[in-house]
Nanobody, 121 residues
Framework: QVTLVESGGGLVQAGGSRRLSCVAS????????LTWYRHVRGKQTELVAS???????YYGDSVKGRFIISRENAKNRVLLQMNNLKLEDTAAYFC???????????????WGRGTQVTVSS
């Protein structure tokens, strides 16, 4: 089964940028949509951005206009370019399939360890 490894997190000042990477252990070609999620302890996991094989993208309202998702099937990875970071973007970021109806088979892969992004003022 495909496993996922996220990286790229760290400490960044508000207004700064960061690029996250999620590399899969196998081919992602047949995965309809790949998605970045984020989680803050004590809060619900939030779907941040998603990208489908046909080019469709989705962005949560809180990141629209600031984050850009992309996927490189040949490299088995999905990227998240985060710009103009805000304090409220602080979270652990994970990638996985899209869990929404119409964006794939909704059979999530095992969760990776995620990568922590901390935005400071």
């Amino acid at each position: 089964q495909v496993t996922l490894v996220e990286s790229g997190g760290g400490l960044v000042q508000a207004g700064g940028s960061r690029r996250l990477s999620c590399v899969a252990s196998g081919s992602i070609t047949n995965i309809t949509a790949l998605t970045w999620y984020r989680h803050v302890r004590g809060k619900q996991t939030e779907l941040v951005a998603s990208i489908a094989n046909d080019g469709r993208t989705y962005y949560g309202d809180s990141v629209k206009g600031r984050f850009i998702i992309s996927r490189e099937n040949a490299k088995n990875r999905v990227l998240l370019q985060m710009n103009n970071l805000k304090l409220e973007d602080t979270a652990a970021y994970f990638c996985n399939k899209d869990w929404r109806v119409g964006w794939g088979d909704r059979l999530l892969l095992p969760w990776g360890r995620g990568t922590q992004v901390t935005v400071s003022s």
